[in-house]
């Protein structure tokens, strides 16, 4: 059984800046997706297994930054210039294949989900 913990998450003013992390049970490919009422789950940002490839969409280029951890098999996601439409849960997740994949369909192991709020 694959676990992920997530922590970090929070309210923090526009232009602030929060950080996600995910640890898992084993070494994966790792994706942080996002969702609010209403709306699909999106991707935000997939690394791959080795952390050599990373996706990112473009709501957050050049915002968040996402790294690993391998020996500790934690995942992070520093999240920069925060704005109220990134308010929402987000949720790291785990894939087995090993290239960077964007579709939630493609992730089989999910965390519990974590709050992040961006007053105006």
């Known amino acids: 059984q694959v676990q992920l913990i997530e922590s970090g998450g929070g309210l923090v003013q526009a232009g602030g800046s929060l950080r996600l992390s995910c640890a898992a049970s084993?070494?994966?490919?790792m994706g942080w997706f996002r969702q609010t009422p209403g709306k699909e789950r999106e991707v935000v940002v997939a690394i791959s297994r080795s952390g050599e490839s990373t996706y990112y969409a473009t709501s957050v280029k050049g915002r968040f930054t996402s790294s690993r951890d391998n020996a500790k098999n934690t995942v992070y996601l520093q999240m920069n210039s925060l704005k109220p439409e990134d308010t929402a849960v987000y949720y790291c997740?785990?894939?087995?294949?090993?290239?960077?994949?964007?579709?939630?369909?493609?992730?089989?192991?999910w965390g519990q989900g974590t709050q992040v709020t961006v007053s105006s």
């Open positions: 084993g070494r994966y490919t």
């Open positions: 997740a785990a894939s087995t294949y090993v290239s960077t994949v964007t579709s939630r369909y493609d992730y089989a192991y």
